[in-house]
């Protein structure tokens, strides 16, 4: 009998901060570049994200790995998102992630993916803005106040000395709250914009997380030197960015070509894995270069992997909850065929 620990949103968040998120994102990235990750590009079910049928406007995202190392384990995370769900007073995205042992199979844990999700995102953009920024960058743009919004402006502070942050959001009001609450926790000035363009010339780095499908960011408002994020689900930028900058980088070919800012380019053929400087994990293990210079732009398209989720649930569950007696489980029974 396979006994299955049930892990919840409540558990995790008192054991993943931010700055040990960034680290196991960096490391299962170093594993990418070691070649002990395996990841299939993930599967999307669209319920009316970009489809007329059927009306629910939302998706969902089988994203499985196994991650090699000291890690060492399997699993796959069901994600979802759906555009009206603020609305009902639900969270636009929610997620579970099951974890398998890597020998047989069995299931070790159903866990709570949702906050794991939202953390590793911003994560993400940390590790990034590590390599890729500039060290002495002072001003960060954030478009999208919403959970993302704060979980990125938390990344870029544990990386970078900002001192003023400026966020434009498309909802009413959603900026000011924002930057009264931001400038509380993170003890930095943070001052909401009026516009996009407002918020990104001058700026140093700049973040658009929305889920917005149209150009966000203008080429023109960039300055040299300037570290472009884009972590939404389609696409947020002038397309002049990613085809004229500097640096183009990914966190993974195979899910940008799937998915995300750079869907549209991929399909017209006017952009192609040769336009890409490098993976994230090359990057990481030193087998393609950062930032070089100064005043190169450099954008960067995080859409997302999955193993950076297998790969921080695994090590938790390793290290935190595997002995842990006090938590719930059900039994699993397996069938011989």
Same mark, same amino acid.
Not at 114 to 121: E, G, M, N, P, Q
């Given at each position: ?8 949103? *409540? ?115 940390? &590790? ?29 502070? *544990? +990386? ?24 509380? +926790? ?27 499908? *149209? ?14 994020? #884009?972590?939404? #689900? ?49 990057? &990481? ?7 070089? #210079? ?39 029974? #397996?069938?011989?065929?």
């Amino acid at each position: 009998m396979n006994h299955v620990k049930m892990i919840a949103k *409540e558990q995790i968040e008192k054991i993943l901060d931010m700055k040990r998120s960034i680290d196991m994102v960096e490391k299962v990235y170093e594993l990418h570049g070691k070649d002990q990750v395996l990841m299939p590009a993930k599967i999307t079910l669209d319920t009316g994200e970009s489809n007329d049928w059927p009306p629910y406007g939302g998706s969902y995202n089988a994203m499985p790995a196994y991650i090699g190392g000291d890690i060492d384990i399997s699993g796959i995370k069901w994600v979802w998102g759906f555009n009206d769900n603020r609305a009902k007073g639900i969270p636009y995205i929610g997620g579970v992630i099951i974890l398998n042992e890597a020998r047989t199979g069995e299931v070790l844990s159903i866990m709570d993916g949702s906050y794991i999700t939202d953390i590793r995102t911003g994560a993400s953009a940390g &590790v990034a803005a590590r390599d890729l920024a500039n060290k002495d960058s002072k001003v960060l743009a954030i478009i999208g106040a919403g959970v993302q919004g704060r979980m990125n402006a938390r990344a870029i502070m *544990e +990386e970078l000395d900002i001192e003023e942050l400026r966020i434009t959001d498309i909802r009413p009001g959603a900026a000011e709250e924002y930057a009264k609450e931001m400038s509380a +926790e993170l003890g930095v000035r943070v001052v909401p914009c009026a516009t996009n363009e407002e918020a990104c010339r001058g700026a140093d780095v700049i973040i658009t997380v929305t889920i917005a499908d *149209e150009p966000l960011v203008m080429n023109e408002w960039l300055k040299p030197g300037c570290t472009v994020l #884009s972590l939404g #689900s389609f696409q947020e930028l002038d397309e002049e960015i990613p085809l004229r900058c500097d640096k183009l980088v990914v966190d993974s070919w195979a899910q940008n070509a799937h998915r995300g800012e750079l869907l549209k380019l991929v399909k017209a053929g006017r952009l192609t894995e040769a336009d890409v400087h490098a993976e994230m994990p090359d990057i &990481v293990v030193g087998k393609k270069a950062g930032r070089e #210079s100064h005043d190169e732009i450099i954008c960067a398209c995080i859409i997302g992997m999955g193993s950076t989720d297998i790969g921080i649930a695994g090590a938790l569950y390793k290290e935190n909850f595997a002995d842990d007696n006090t938590l719930t489980e059900f039994a699993l029974r #397996s069938y011989d065929k």
